[in-house]
Structures are given as C-alpha cells and as structure tokens.
C-alpha cells in the first residue's frame, strides 16, 4: 500500500538553484497539496489541486509552482532557492471537497544554503 | 491573530495519567474539525474527526465548543506510545484550505 510517495527524502540546495519534489499517490484522489512545515508554525499550505488540469494557490505560494498533467502526480518547484525556503515539505491528498481525512506523504526535507 | 491557536506544551505526564488540552480557532465559519498525531521527524495522521455532539475512540475523547470556538482532545490511561505532536486542524465549510495548528507536544514517562 504506497499511499502518497515524495521525493527526495532530503536535499541540500545553494541559494538560486531549482529543483523539483515529486509526489504521487495511488489512491485516486482528486484533491491534492504542498504543505511546508516549520519550527513553532502550523503546517502551511503552498499550492493545491482539485483534479488534473486545476491548481491554486495557497497561503505561501511565492517561490513554488505547480502543475497537476495526472491526478497521480503533483510536483513542487522551487524556482531559485532561498534560505527561507529551508524547511520540511508534505505532499498530501484527500478524496474530495471537505477535505475528510488528508493522507500525508513521509516529508521531504529541504535545506538551502 | 493565526487562525487556529495551540499550547505548545510539553505536557509531561506519567504512564496512566489523564492530560487533556484545548484548540482555539478564530474563524466563526469553521465547519469541520480534526485532531491529527505527529510522531517525531513523521508525516501528520489523522487521530479522529471531532463532531458537534462529542467523540469518543478508545481512550480519546475529542469536544467542541462553538460557543467559545474551541476544541479539546482528552487523553485518557496514557500510555509511553502516545507520546507525541497533536496538531488541531479547522477548515470552513466545503473549503479545501485547511488551517493548522502548531501542535501540541505530549511526552509520556514511564
């Protein structure tokens, strides 16, 4: 039972590169998000989607962008690396609107240098 | 003011004990209600949904207070293994953006 899959587990970036978290899951979820979690803050929501083709925007989206091509797949970009973007990443879905349970990913843990 | 508040604690308690801690959320419109455990450097998991009339599973107990826009989660017999990050979890009505608390942090000793 794979559920929600992220990676990498954890990676080390230089201020201004990019990279992409990858995230999928198996479970036919229409809705899925990035959140960002840090030290004394609730997990904050960076981008969502309601099904293939749709994305939104969260509370923090600046310095990420989305694409959802598949309603598997839902990758983060981070476009030029920031220290402030140093921080613990959760790819998350749910079968539908009222969110009901959210099933989370195991994290990706970022650090910018 | 954040949209959903939390004691941080830690709440240290002994193995056995009853500790119980509550959730504020600003947001009158909040509809739907959960309590999720994080375990140490682990993804979030649902613990249990909290309903307007009150729930129970096992020796958790979950209440919600509209009236003062707040929910509690009880604790009962506890045990080393619910040692843990508690985080409250609000969302409005039929709204994908949920609102997270910062958690509250429960170390059990034995």
């Known amino acids: 039972n794979a559920g929600v899959t992220q990676t990498p587990k954890f990676q080390v970036l230089k201020t201004g590169q990019s990279m992409t978290l990858q995230c999928a899951q198996d479970?036919?979820?229409?809705?899925m998000s990035w959140y960002r979690q840090d030290p004394g803050m609730g997990l904050r929501l960076i981008h969502y989607?309601?099904?293939?083709?749709?994305?939104d925007q969260g509370e923090v989206p600046n310095g990420y962008n989305v694409s959802r091509s598949t309603t598997e797949d839902f990758p983060l970009r981070l476009l030029s690396a920031a220290p402030s973007q140093t921080s613990v990443y959760f790819c998350?879905?749910?079968?539908?609107?009222?969110?009901?349970?959210?099933?989370f990913g195991e994290g990706s843990r970022l650090t910018v240098l | 003011r954040k949209e959903v508040e939390q004691d941080p604690g830690p709440f240290n308690v002994p193995e056995g004990a009853t500790v119980a801690f509550n959730c504020t959320y600003s947001?009158?419109?909040?509809?739907?209600f959960f309590w999720y455990r994080q375990d140490c450097r682990k993804e979030p998991k649902l613990l249990m949904s909290?309903?307007?009339s009150g729930n129970e599973d096992g020796r958790f107990t979950a209440q919600l207070n509209r009236a003062s826009q707040y929910i509690s989660l009880l604790i009962r017999d506890s045990k080393l293994s619910d040692s843990a990050t508690y985080l409250c979890?609000?969302?409005?009505?039929?709204?994908?953006?949920?609102?997270f608390g910062a958690g509250t942090t429960v170390t059990v000793r034995a």
């Open positions: 998350a879905s749910s079968r539908g609107q009222g969110a009901g349970e959210l099933f």
């Open positions: 479970m036919n979820h229409e809705y």
């Open positions: 989607s309601v099904g293939a083709g749709i994305t």
């Open positions: 947001n009158s419109a909040s509809q739907s």
């Open positions: 909290v309903y307007s």
């Open positions: 979890v609000v969302n409005r009505y039929n709204d994908y953006k949920l609102s």
